[in-house]
C-alpha cells in the first residue's frame, strides 16, 4: 500500500476517533486483539489536540490513570489498552466476577466487543438513577425493587451490586417475566453469585399483586417491549412506588390502531418510518402525561447515546402524591385526537384525576 494511503488511512482513523471522544463524553473507545475497550481520557486528552494515535507509546497521566480489569491485562499484546474505564459506576476492576458471570466480561477479565453497548446501557442506568437510589436508601431500611419484564436481569444484577457494594445498603430483588426459561436462568445464576436477597418469578404483570411486605419502593423495566413497559409503570403506581424508572421500547400500540393526525396526515406522517417514530414519541409523551396525572413528577432523558440504541429514553417517575388534573385532562385531549388511547391509561385510569 502506498505511503500517501496509509497516511490518508491514518487521518480517517484519527477523524474517527474525535468524534467517538466527543460523543462518548471523553471516553477512548480501542479496539485490540481481545476485543473493545473503554477507558477514560485524562482533561488534558479531551480536547482534539490530546487524543494519542492507537499504538502510540504511552506516558504521564493517561498511562497512569486508567483502571486496568486484571493483573494479566497484557498491555504489550494490545497497544492503547486501558481497561475498562474507571468512571463507570459498575467497574470491571472492582465486579470483575459479576460482570464476567452476565458474559460482559472475558475469562481474562477483558470486556467483550459483543457484550460493549449492553454493559454501557446498564451502567448508565444506574448512573443516572444514582441520586434516587440514595434518597431511597437515606428513605428506607432495606430498599426493596422490582424488575418488571426481567428477562435475563442484567440490571437487577448491576443494580443489587452497586446497592449493596457503593452504596454500602442492604436491598432485596424481585424479577417478574412471563417466560420461565428467562426466570430459571436468572435464579440460577443468583445462586452462583451468592445473593440471596434476590427472587425470580415466572409471572404476569398483570395480575401481580404484592403485598405489603413486599411492595417495591423502586420499580424498573429496561426494554420491555411495547405494552410491557405500561404493565411495568402500571406495576409501580398500583403499589405506590416511590419511584418508577423505565427505558421503554418498540411502542407498536398507537400503530396498530392506525392513530390518526388531523392537518398533518398528508405530510409528517405520510411515510411509514415517520409514522412510526412518530407513534413512539407520542407513546412517550402519553405516558408521561397519564404518570404525572397519577400523582408521580416525571422525567425524560437521553441515558446513553443514540448510537448505542435508539431506545435511549429514559423515564424517571417520583412519587408525590399529588395527582395532576390538567394532565388528564391533557392525555384525554390527546387522546381523542388521536383516535386512540394507550394500554396504561387502562391499567390506572382509577388513580388519575377525571
Known amino acids: 500500500m502506498k505511503k500517501s494511503t496509509v497516511d490518508q488511512l491514518d487521518l480517517l482513523l484519527s477523524a474517527l476517533r474525535i ?79 459479576l460482570l464476567r458471570e452476565l458474559g460482559f466480561l472475558d475469562p481474562n477479565g477483558r ?83 451468592g445473593y440471596r436477597n434476590m427472587e425470580f418469578r415466572a409471572e404476569d404483570l398483570r395480575t401481580y399483586a404484592p403485598s405489603p411486605a413486599e411492595a417495591p419502593h423502586l420499580v424498573v423495566s429496561l426494554h420491555a417491549c411495547d405494552v410491557a413497559t405500561d404493565l411495568a409503570m402500571a406495576a409501580g403506581v398500583r403499589a405506590r412506588a416511590d419511584a418508577i424508572a423505565c427505558v421503554p421500547c418498540c411502542q407498536k400500540e398507537l400503530l396498530s390502531q392506525d392513530y390518526r393526525m388531523p392537518g398533518l396526515e398528508g405530510g409528517l406522517v405520510s411515510q411509514g418510518v415517520l409514522r412510526a417514530r412518530m407513534a413512539d414519541l407520542l407513546t412517550d409523551a402519553m405516558r408521561v402525561l397519564l404518570l404525572s396525572a397519577a400523582g408521580y413528577a416525571t422525567t425524560v432523558v437521553e441515558y446513553v447515546s443514540p448510537l448505542d440504541t435508539p431506545k435511549n429514553l429514559l423515564v424517571t417517575s417520583l412519587r408525590t402524591g399529588r395527582p395532576d388534573p390538567a394532565a388528564a385532562a391533557e392525555y384525554r385531549r390527546l387522546s381523542s385526537q388521536l383516535g386512540a388511547g394507550i394500554t396504561l391509561a387502562r391499567l390506572i385510569g382509577g388513580k388519575v384525576p377525571t
Open 19 to 97: 468524534r467517538l471522544v466527543e460523543r462518548g463524553g471523553g471516553r477512548r473507545l480501542t479496539a485490540g486483539p481481545r476485543g473493545v475497550t473503554a477507558s477514560s481520557l485524562p482533561p488534558a486528552a479531551a480536547g482534539r489536540s490530546g487524543i494519542r494515535p492507537a499504538g502510540a507509546p504511552s506516558s504521564g497521566p493517561s498511562a497512569s490513570s486508567s483502571t486496568t480489569a486484571s493483573a494479566d491485562s497484557h498491555e504489550d499484546d494490545a497497544p492503547g489498552w486501558a481497561g475498562p474505564s474507571s468512571d463507570y459506576r459498575v467497574p470491571a476492576a472492582e465486579a470483575g466476577p
Open 111 to 193: 470486556l467483550r466487543n459483543d457484550k460493549l453497548r449492553k454493559y454501557d446501557q446498564t451502567d448508565r442506568f444506574v448512573d443516572r438513577l444514582d441520586p434516587v437510589l440514595r434518597d431511597l436508601c437515606a428513605k428506607h431500611e432495606r430498599l426493596r425493587v422490582l424488575d418488571c419484564a426481567c428477562g435475563k436481569s442484567y440490571l437487577s444484577f448491576v443494580l443489587n451490586w452497586y446497592i449493596r457494594e457503593k452504596l454500602g445498603h442492604p436491598c432485596s430483588f424481585l424479577g417478574l417475566d412471563i417466560s420461565e426459561g428467562v426466570v430459571a436462568a436468572s435464579q440460577a445464576r443468583a445462586q452462583r453469585l
